[in-house]
């Protein structure tokens, strides 16, 4: 998946935080790109992902204002807008992710820091994930789909060449239905195109369940278990990770 499913607001409009933070109607959107690993935005301001065309997946970088008094990674935050605006109550190499669209509340997660090339994160229970055509770096926990090792509302749903847990209210969709985002099939099964799912996908993409490679089983006869990444890409401790789909 390229992750263009998992943002998590779609609302529009602003909100006021009361702590004197601009908000995106007061300020003028941002007006030049940055790096988010260098964070080489001028002081008091920080390289934030945003959606530039107002829509609901992260598709640019740029400069916005620190608030005062900033949130840290681990913290709950607030998004200014909606959860694509790159307004919120983040530090300077972290963002608010994983919000409810209601509330406009969310967490602060690190930006991946080194380089594109050679991406780290602060913390080792999390793994750097890239998606969004780079738009997105951030450091997640990972799961295993196959594991249901999240918890606590959360579910496990591909992002960025990895299985990450988040909140995102899911669809109940049913292995068969037609899928648009990552998250339309809940946690037990992908979002797979209508050539790998087979001739009983009615739609151009479809949702299949995951399968453990190392004791395949699939319900649909037309199906066999395949490795759900592509050979040599998947993350440690997942390389047994599959989905049922006819082979490609």
């Known amino acids: 998946g390229d992750g263009s499913g998992t943002s998590t607001s779609s609302s529009t409009g602003t909100s006021s935080s009361g702590n004197g933070f601009l908000g995106p109607t007061d300020t003028l959107p941002p007006d030049r790109e940055c790096d988010s690993y260098l964070q080489d935005c001028t002081e008091g301001e920080k390289c934030n992902p945003w959606a530039d ?10 400069c916005f204002p620190v608030a005062p008094s900033p949130d840290q990674p681990g913290d709950p935050c607030q998004v200014m807008g909606s959860g694509t605006s790159g307004f919120d109550t983040c530090d300077v190499g972290s963002m608010c992710w994983d919000v409810d669209n209601e509330t406009n509340a969310g967490t602060c997660v690190g930006l991946c820091e080194g380089s594109a090339e050679v991406p780290t994160c602060a913390d ?7 998606a969004n055509s780079g738009a997105l770096n951030l450091c997640l926990p990972t799961c295993d789909p196959l594991g249901l090792d999240c918890g606590g509302g959360h579910t496990c749903i591909p992002v960025g060449g990895h ?4 909140s995102e209210p899911l669809g109940g969709a049913q292995p068969g239905d037609p899928c648009e985002f990552v998250t339309t099939c809940g946690g037990e099964a992908g979002c797979i195109s209508a050539e790998a799912y087979g ?3 009615k739609a151009s993409a479809c ?3 995951y399968c453990d490679l190392t004791e395949p089983s699939c319900e649909n006869p037309n199906q066999g278990c395949e490795p759900w990444f592509e050979d040599g890409m998947a993350p440690l401790g997942l390389e047994h990770v599959g989905v049922c789909s006819v082979p490609l």
């Open 207 to 209: 949702c299949s369940s």
């Open 199 to 201: 001739p009983d996908c």
């Open 163 to 166: 299985f990450v847990c988040m």
């Open 53 to 62: 065309d107002g829509g609901v997946a992260w598709n640019a970088l740029g």
């Open 124 to 130: 080792p229970s999390t793994s750097c994930i890239i």
